[in-house]
């Protein structure tokens, strides 16, 4: 079999049966070909008889017979069984699953084939704001938005990372001014440690005081205008926010850089063009004395047509004007193939409004695509909005810092680790709770944030995997020989291992595909549990003969390669000890 989706081999056999049997041809996705359910004797059952039956005219046990006496697959599984109203059930070989596991020691990529058609993609995520401080708001944007990033480049895609900041609009007329009042230079402002102080305190003079803000306003005018002094204020204001920023992304080990960050400033130049090409189509119209896009299909509470302002009544643009230049620019000009925003489920329609108009304008198309990748709240034990006990905001990097000091009370006192690595040890154990608990979560549900819980060495958590992992080198460090190069299965245990091992190309497929991190999550822990049940009941160390525990450390060390390459498309760091 070629490297991938057992389920894909099994559907392209059942296609060739239907071929050879009644000239009918279907893809191998359409035979329907999955795991069987736990405790139902087989390893994968097919459904295609079930859902093809009426459109053949054969009710579906004989049409199931048919495939069955036509099947080309007894190098791969033993003799199917036809059960209840027309399901296949397939169980694969021994000898098949030992000679499929060999492959995999010498294969980088465990079985998985780069994609034969790359694509360009474009990820927006973690998005702060200028002059404040991340808050837990940008958790998930920042987790998962990584997380697509090593899952679509292991994938073989071209990926672009991009930080769209928020360093453009009202708010920095605002800001500027004040650093003005308090004799701030631009050399200055950018060692400002308290941001998110420096911000409210701008915001109390805003909202309090008159004048104060028509300075502000006017200053908005200058920045816009390009006044040097105002823009050299402001760059050092976007500086020391990106050296904040960059502090989390060092800690939580994201694949961010400076280089990444693209602001709304960025796409200044080009709101003139993006407004004149939607005019010039035809998409525009005047409300209320703004100059509004009204894509089909979308309506306000009285049913009435909801518009994308593109400029308001005062001449300024908004978030959709922005975000309509992002598309035309990064569709048109970039030549990207994908466009993916990962940013928080309020926004939902604010980005199909987005599309639809990107669709009507021409930029998105069947070689150009947008999508929204959106995800749940983080909760607190309440059920509400994450908070800390005094009712603010919780910021980003106190999670990280206290996640890490947690994770150290977990690791400190292990005779076979110095301070040194125990405190890297604590870092990975920490980043990786928090990452694991947000990342083995649907990701357009919410949570409730438990240290406990993430913490917990038993169960669906990062640390159990890496534990796992560390238990398996452990092993291998104690034997007296290298792992072999040839896999028995004899041992219902070592069955199930191997089965699971081969099955880490579908897994990864389906978290790519449906941008669902969390298939992997579950993945992952099934797999440490099966190596769990395979070191219980087959001795490695003390395995019969040389030959048994040659496959079994094999075996082990398979494991411990799939956890790791795992974990690492998670963002996961796993220790070598734990």
């Not at 390893?43 to 004989?62: F, H, I, T």
């Not at 998110?196 to 908005?220: L, Q």
């Not at 970039?334 to 939902?348: I, S």
């Not at 206290?402 to 977990?410: K, Q």
Request: proline residues 4%.
């Amino acid at each position: 079999m070629l490297h991938g989706d057992i389920g894909l081999e099994l559907g392209q056999r059942v296609a060739g049966a239907l071929k050879a049997a009644l000239d009918v041809e279907i893809t191998p996705e359409q035979a329907i070909v999955r795991p069987s359910a736990p405790g139902r004797g087989a390893d994968y059952q097919c459904n295609a008889a079930m859902s093809l039956g009426k459109q053949v005219g054969k009710s579906p046990r004989e049409l199931a017979q048919l495939i069955v006496d036509h099947l080309d697959a007894a190098d791969i599984v033993t003799t199917p069984e036809i059960a209840g109203p027309g399901f296949i059930n397939f169980t694969l070989t021994e000898s098949w699953l030992a000679a499929e596991a060999r492959t995999l020691l010498s294969d980088d990529r465990l079985g998985v084939p780069a994609t034969d058609d790359p694509g360009r993609y474009v990820i927006d995520y973690s998005s702060p704001n200028v002059a404040k401080e991340m808050h837990i708001g940008h958790v998930r944007t920042t987790v998962i938005g990584d997380c697509f990033v090593r899952l679509l480049e292991f994938a073989g895609h071209e990926v672009i990372r991009r930080n769209h900041l928020g360093d453009w609009g009202t708010p920095f007329g605002m800001l500027i001014e004040h650093l003005l009042d308090e004799g701030w230079t631009a050399e200055s402002a950018s060692s400002i440690a308290d941001l998110d102080g420096f911000y409210k305190a701008a915001r109390v003079k805003f909202d309090s005081e008159p004048e104060f803000a028509e300075r502000a306003r006017a200053r908005v005018v200058k920045l816009q205008g390009g006044d040097e002094q105002t823009l050299t204020l402001w760059r050092g204001l976007v500086a020391e926010s990106e050296k904040h920023f960059a502090e989390i992304y060092r800690l939580l080990g994201v694949k961010l850089t400076k280089e990444d960050s693209i602001g709304e400033s960025f796409y200044n130049p080009f709101l003139a063009d993006t407004v004149e090409e939607l005019t010039a189509k035809g998409l525009t119209k005047i409300s209320d004395g703004a100059l509004c896009v009204f894509p089909p299909g979308f309506v306000n509470r009285e049913k009435e047509p909801l518009p994308i302002i593109v400029r308001k009544s005062d001449g300024g643009a908004t978030y959709g004007t922005t975000d309509l230049a992002g598309v035309r620019y990064w569709t048109q000009e970039r030549k990207v193939t994908d466009l993916l925003y990962v940013v928080g489920l309020p926004q939902q329609q604010h980005f199909q409004m987005v599309f639809a108009v990107g669709e009507q304008a021409g930029w998105l198309d069947g070689d150009h695509r947008a999508r929204y990748l959106g995800f749940g709240s983080i909760l607190g034990s309440d059920g509400k909005m994450f908070r800390t006990r005094a009712g603010g905001t919780v910021k980003f990097i106190d999670v990280l810092t206290e996640a890490v000091d947690r994770a150290a009370e977990v690791v400190r006192g292990r005779a076979e680790l110095d301070a040194q690595e125990q405190a890297e040890v604590a870092r990975a154990v920490g980043i990786g709770a928090v990452k694991y608990a947000d990342l083995s979560t649907d990701r357009e549900k919410d949570y409730v944030f438990d240290w406990d819980k993430m913490l917990a060495t038993e169960g669906n958590t990062s640390v159990y995997l890496q534990y796992a992992n560390a238990r398996i080198l452990s092993v291998l460090r104690k034997a007296e020989r290298e792992p072999g190069d040839e896999i028995l299965v004899e041992q219902a245990a070592e069955r199930a291992l191997v089965l699971k091992l081969l099955q880490f190309p579908a897994a990864l497929a389906g978290s790519v595909e449906t941008y669902a991190p969390h298939k992997l999550c579950g993945y992952l822990y099934e797999t440490a549990t099966a190596f769990s049940s395979f070191y219980e009941n087959c001795p490695i160390l003390k395995a019969d003969t040389e030959e048994r525990q040659a496959s079994r450390l094999a075996l082990a060390r398979l494991t411990s390669r799939t956890l790791v390459l795992g974990l690492s498309l998670l963002g996961i760091d796993a220790p070598t000890r734990l």
